[in-house]
């Protein structure tokens, strides 16, 4: 297994670059792996998911940064470019429960008045929830997408700009007024200190050295500015219970598993208070175990579902998605 993961396959027209990765810390052991995940591309048909010794996991090896743009394409489910696909009503919704945590200047008076109800809605449901208190922010939303979040901010009066690498999305975008440039914090040349809010929203973990987008996050920040940061949870449950079939796994355009502690050293190194650090599970497991059941794996989906229901997924550390908040002290 060493050698499968020490190899790079970089032959025949078709073959895809893998490489091994090492951890964000320094330490360059092999870690500890805690399952296999086959791959079709990967050295020897499979990679591992593995956890250093610092408590970090990751994905070893992995695709090469010239190679993975080309899963983005195939990875079922991948919706960051598609475009807005909720009904008027689902929509209005959707405003109405952002509005709620956000608090923006103006809102509809029932929002208002709803708002004690639909706040811990938004919540759980919302991987970052931008906090306006009345005011417009300068907001930079890294791996945008097509700008879901920014189209809303922007209609509550922020200053807003998204940065992803695909160009598709730009020019999606584009079509609902919002900027979104192509390529990354470090290569746009963007002014330093210059927004009050940076969202990292399931970014964070397709990047080879997330260090650097930590980095050059405080530095477009304004002091006082505030980081809001999604990742899939390293700790969660089902990583534990289901491995391979986690629907978060997302490998392999997922490099790292952050779990509570790896990524709040990671923002502190960078000199960040951590404001708040919380988990949410997102993927409802009785609705997953329907619909699995629905397609016919039934027997599967609910040894699944039993080992998930054993495992107590709802402790504080436990939830699919790890969100943190943090702050770069003025
Ligand atoms: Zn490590």
């Known amino acids: 297994m060493a050698d499968a993961r020490e190899s790079v396959v970089t032959t025949g027209a078709d073959a895809f670059a893998w490489e091994p990765a090492s951890c964000l810390c320094g330490l360059t052991g092999p870690g500890r792996p805690l399952f296999a995940v086959p791959h079709d ?15 970090l996991r990751r994905l070893d090896p992995r695709p090469t940064a010239t190679t993975v743009a ?31 945590e956000a608090a923006p200047a103006v809102r509809p008076l029932w929002v208002r008045l709803a708002s004690p109800l639909l706040r811990p809605l938004a919540r759980w449901q919302f991987d970052v929830n931008v906090r306006l208190n009345g005011r417009g922010l300068r907001v930079l939303d890294v791996g945008s997408g097509f700008g879901d979040v920014l189209m809303y901010l922007q209609s509550r009066g922020c200053r807003t700009l998204g ?9 999606r975008a584009r079509e609902y007024g919002i900027d979104v440039r192509v390529g990354t914090m470090q290569s746009l040349q963007l002014p330093p200190g210059d927004f009050d809010v940076v969202i990292m929203s399931h970014s964070l973990e397709h990047v080879p050295h997330p260090a650097d987008e930590i980095s050059a996050a405080w530095r477009l920040l304004a002091p006082g500015g505030r980081l809001l940061l999604a990742v ?22 997922h490099f790292w598993y952050f779990d509570a502690a790896s990524l709040r050293s990671l923002v502190e190194r960078h000199g960040f208070r951590v404001d708040t650090v919380r988990t949410t599970t997102r993927h409802y497991a009785l609705i997953e175990w329907l619909k ?8 599967a989906a609910t040894r699944s579902f039993l080992r998930y229901l054993a ?18 002290p003025s």
Not at 163 to 171: G, H, N, P, Q
Not at 237 to 245: C, K, N
Not at 312 to 317: H, I, M, T
């Open 41 to 55: 591309d990967a050295p020897g048909g499979r990679t591992f998911v593995v956890q250093c010794d610092c408590g």
């Open 292 to 299: 699995d059941c629905r397609r016919g794996y039934g027997v």
């Open 163 to 171: 940065i992803d690498l695909s160009a598709d999305a730009a020019e």
């Open 232 to 253: 899939p949870n390293g700790d969660a449950v089902r990583l534990r219970t289901d491995g391979a079939h986690w629907s978060c796994l997302m490998a392999p355009v």
């Open 311 to 328: 495992a107590v997924p709802f402790g504080p550390r436990d939830g699919d998605i790890l969100r943190i908040e943090a702050t770069r």
């Open 70 to 100: 080309r899963y983005y394409a195939e990875a079922s489910g991948y919706h960051a470019y598609t475009g807005r696909l909720r009904s008027p009503l689902k929509q209005a919704l959707w405003n109405a429960l952002r509005d709620s």
